[in-house]
Each structure stands twice: as structure tokens, then as C-alpha cells.
């Protein structure tokens, strides 16, 4: 399966270790992909160097200047989530033509899509055993590199693989009245999201997740999940539905 860990469910280090203890037990018996963001590594970094962030529909504004930043903090994320995991390989879009993007255009700068995923790179090192941990950035036809939402990369690789995806987040699933825990809804549809993009309760970073969630299943995900990466035990509960919301076409 595929798990995507990011955000503010990243941020605690102790947190951290947990999640990658729970991804270094689950690679043990289950086919595993870890496909990491890491916002708010970005986002300190680029502070440090006076640059501000925008964002337009969930997605970061990103200038050539603030895309080699994003590189370099996201590229330490990636080693060190892979060395907490264990028997992992770090990867980026760099790495064989593992995310291969297309800029999205317009305002956003180097944001990009994914129009392909080397599949066959994840499957030979899953059949040595060992697990990929994939960052979320792609190279365009050019080999510059691009700036692509973390959730629409796990989506995308969920699709290209054919398994089931996992999106961590700090939130315990898609509530119909956010932040009431008690409205967290199992099961979502394609029409619920778009009745709730639409209506505005799902809004903010959720909005690329479901779509994200949406995607996968298009493309031959078996499952989309949002979980929360912030309690010990999730993933497992998430895989067998016990926890979470569920997208369903
Ligand atoms: N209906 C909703 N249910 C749950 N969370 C929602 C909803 N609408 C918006 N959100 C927001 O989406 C956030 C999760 O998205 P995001 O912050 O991008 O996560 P991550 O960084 O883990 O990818 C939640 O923390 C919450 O603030
Ligand atoms: C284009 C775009 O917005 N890219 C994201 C990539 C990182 C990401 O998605 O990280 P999380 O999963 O931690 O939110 C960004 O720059 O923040």
C-alpha cells in the first residue's frame, strides 16, 4: 500500500519516530510506499531566507529561487524519514524518471502535475524488499525540476501501482462539520466532495486530498483513506477501514 505522511502530523519529532516505527513494523509483512510532504519544512526554511509564501487553491506559489529551496528541505525529510524507517530508499523525481511533471502554468511558477510515475522502479525495489520513500518533486521534459502537492503524488502512485492509498494527516478523516470530531464521516463519494468542496466544508488542504483520493481510485487505486497520522496504530486500522474516512467513487 501506499502511505502519505506530511503537514503539521510531521512537525512533532517524537511523533515523528512513532509514525516511522509504525512504517518500519507495517514493511514487514505489507508492500509498502511512503510518499512524504514536509509544508512546514518548506516553510521554515524559506522564512530563514525572507521569502513569503502564497498559496492559490492549496498550492504553494513557488519562484525558481523558493524551488531550490523546496528541494533542499524536502531532500532532508526524505533521508531522514528513510533512515528512521529502515531497509528504505530515499527517491525524488530526479531518481530514473520517477516523477516525471508538467508545470501547471499561470501564477504558480515551478508547480507541476504528474504525467508519469516510473512504476517499474518502485515495483523492483519492492521486490528486493525494500521500501521507497518518495519525495514530492518531479523533473519536467527538461529535467527541471517541479514543485507537486504531496497528496497528488501518493494519489498518483497508488494509481500507477494499483493499490490501496493512505493519506496521514492531523485530522482524524473528512468531518461534515469541521473541527467536530463527532461529524467524521466513514465513507465519502465523489458527489459528497464535490457537494462539500462546493459548499465550502471541505476547504483548505483538504480539498487536493480528496481530490487526491479521487484521482487514485480513477486511476486503479484499490482503496483511499485520510487518516490520522497524529495516534499510534492508525495505519493498520486505516488499511482494514477501521479508521478514518474512506473516499469511494
Ligand atoms: N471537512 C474537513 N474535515 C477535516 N479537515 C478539514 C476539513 N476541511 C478543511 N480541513 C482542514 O484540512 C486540514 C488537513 O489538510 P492539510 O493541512 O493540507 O494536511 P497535510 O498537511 O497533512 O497534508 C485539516 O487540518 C483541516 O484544517
Ligand atoms: C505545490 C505545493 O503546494 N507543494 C507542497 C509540497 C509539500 C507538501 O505537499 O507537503 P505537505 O504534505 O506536508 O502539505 C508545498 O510546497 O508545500
Known amino acids: 500500500m501506499i502511505v502519505k505522511y506530511g503537514g503539521n ?83 525524488m523525481g530526479h531518481d530514473c524518471q520517477l516523477i516525471v511533471a508538467e508545470a501547471l502554468g499561470g501564477e504558480l511558477g515551478r508547480v507541476g502535475r504528474v504525467v508519469g510515475i516510473n512504476a517499474d522502479l518502485l515495483r523492483t525495489l519492492l521486490g528486493v524488499q525494500l521500501t521507497p520513500v518518495v519525495g514530492c518533486v518531479g523533473l519536467d521534459r527538461q529535467g527541471e525540476a517541479l514543485n507537486i502537492n504531496a497528496d497528488t503524488v501518493a494519489g498518483a502512485v497508488a494509481g500507477a501501482l494499483g493499490q490501496g492509498v493512505i493519506f496521514l494527516t492531523d485530522v482524524e478523516g473528512v468531518y461534515r462539520a469541521f473541527p467536530d470530531p463527532a461529524s467524521l464521516a466513514p465513507e465519502l463519494s465523489r458527489q459528497d466532495a464535490e457537494e462539500g468542496i462546493e459548499a465550502g466544508w471541505i476547504s483548505g488542504g483538504m480539498v487536493p486530498k480528496v481530490r487526491a483520493a479521487l484521482d487514485a481510485l480513477e486511476r486503479g487505486a484499490t482503496f483511499a483513506t485520510i487518516a490520522s497520522g497524529m495516534q499510534a496504530g492508525v495505519v493498520r486500522r486505516a488499511a482494514a477501514g477501521q479508521s478514518g474516512t474512506r473516499v469511494v467513487p
Open 9 to 91: 502530523a510531521m512537525k512533532n519529532p517524537q511523533l515523528r519516530r512513532t509514525v516511522a516505527r509504525e512504517l518500519a513494523e507495517l514493511r514487514t509483512d505489507t508492500e509498502l510506499v511512503v510518499v512524504h510532504g514536509g509544508g512546514p519544512f518548506i516553510e521554515r526554511e524559506l522564512d530563514l531566507r525572507g521569502l513569503k509564501s502564497e498559496f492559490i487553491r492549496g498550492l504553494r506559489v513557488t519562484t525558481p529561487e523558493a524551488m531550490q529551496v523546496v528541494e533542499m528541505a524536502l531532500g532532508k525529510v526524505n533521508k531522514e524519514l528513510s533512515r528512521d524507517i529502515g531497509q528504505a530508499v530515499g527517491l
